[in-house]
């Protein structure tokens, strides 16, 4: 599944906008931008792992090792920063 | 279809041969047999094959784990628990860190994982163990318990909270190291062979090499992955537990005089000979489709190895007491595969997520499809 077309440029607005209906969609519940999801208990032990796959699946990247920083995943906006950075190292090692 | 890991069984069930009752009333698995596993590369068996793994799929090695269930629990235990480690450093571990643990857990080298505390079974977010920096390395405070393994581990990979923050870490902790302690459990119910212990760590310095991708990952997500892989061994592992259940009972019922005619020509025996097939077949397919979201990334791979964990766990753990009771004395010895089989599959429904808590997470999920 990618939710996302090859031929719109990956933004980090568009990416945050794609991260946030996936999570409203998957937990029924409003979120901001820059709430902490772990904090306030959002994100329940099954959905951390989903929220992972998912961003592995719909951005064709691998997230693993130090990557997967409690930081990286606290809020929209820090998951639209790892995909883009993430992106980013693919897109440099292809053409390298 | 060719079976692709015909040689693998072949080759594991000529070293158990006839020997897991021994293995069982004894309490203890040969050592040298799980060194040959493990550096065959059986013991995790899908770790890619670029890191010296045989590179199986999940389904491929759950029929594997299933098979191993259906000889010895205790072994297939070791094999759940060095999947787990070996799926863990995969995940979170760093390139150099996957480079050399992997190498080792394919190579011959023993592991266990210990999740569970004093304080902290169920509830794992009440847990105590704590990883700090210190100096360049790292220290480690705490104490678990029931870590499946231990007996035979070179090294186990320890889940913690990780500095002073909410974080958490996994931690690579040799057995030998200054300031680990080990006892191990004297008269475990079930997988009565499988090593368990408890471990208190006091003060262990570590190097920071050994802390997977340097700590500080989400405590829900850590174990839920570490979890997810040991819920779809379990899974396959309770499947072999059936297949060896149904196989003792019907071999039992065929063979067995009951009032001038073979004990399956009494219709309540059928009825529990058909119940037994039902379940095997149930509890395969559930893991099969845990098996298929896993190799296809399916976000939902961790609710599918919930469901195939709670369905085949429960459906081993009554079966075997259908089992025990057509056998009647026959299998009423320690260490007979359906006396086995109804201690290990109870033990099954409390490890990995009890009953009640794949319940909770299934309940959750239940009520998340409606508005």
Known sequence: MTVHGDNTPLTAE?????????????I?????????????GVVSSMFAMQLVVHLEEAYDIAIVGADLKLDNFRTVVGMSSLVLRLKGDTEAAGNA | MPD??????AFI????????????????????LLHTMGAKGLLCAQVPASYGGLGLSSRENG???????????SLRSIMT????????????GDREQRRTFLAELTGGKLTAVGFSEPGAGSDLAAMQTRIKADGDGFVIDGEKKWVTGTRYADFVLIIARH????????????????????????????????????????????????????????????????????RVSIAWGCAGILQACLAAATRHARHRQQGGVALAEHQLVRAHLAELLIAEQVALRACEHASGQWDSAAPDMGLMAVLAKHVSAGHAARSAATAVQLL??????????????????KLMELIEGSNEICQLILADHALSLTD
């Open chain 1, 14 to 26: 568009t990416l945050q906008k794609e991260i946030l209906g996936f999570l409203t969609e998957r």
């Open chain 1, 28 to 40: 029924k519940t409003d979120v901001e931008l820059d709430q902490d999801l772990f904090a306030s």
């Open chain 2, 4 to 9: 692709r890991l015909a040689d693998e069984r």
């Open chain 2, 13 to 32: 069930g000529g070293l158990v041969g006839a020997r897991a009752a021994a293995w069982d009333v004894a309490g203890e698995l040969p050592a040298d």
């Open chain 2, 63 to 73: 029929e594997l784990t299933a098979y191993v269930g259906s000889l010895c629990s």
């Open chain 2, 81 to 92: 628990s060095q999947g787990i480690v070996a799926w863990t450093i995969q995940r979170f």
């Open chain 2, 163 to 230: 500095g002073d923050g909410e974080g958490a870490a996994a931690a690579i902790v040799p057995v030998d190291a200054p300031g680990v302690h080990i006892e191990l459990v004297p008269s475990p119910m079930g997988c009565r062979a499988a090593g368990h212990a408890n471990i208190r760590l006091d003060n262990v310095r570590l190097p920071a090499t050994h802390v997977l991708g340097g700590g500080g990952q989400p405590l829900s997500m850590l174990f839920t992955t570490a979890l997810s892989y040991g």
């Open chain 2, 328 to 345: 009647g004395s026959a299998g009423a010895e320690d260490g007979h595969v359906v006396a086995r089989a109804f201690r290990d599959a």
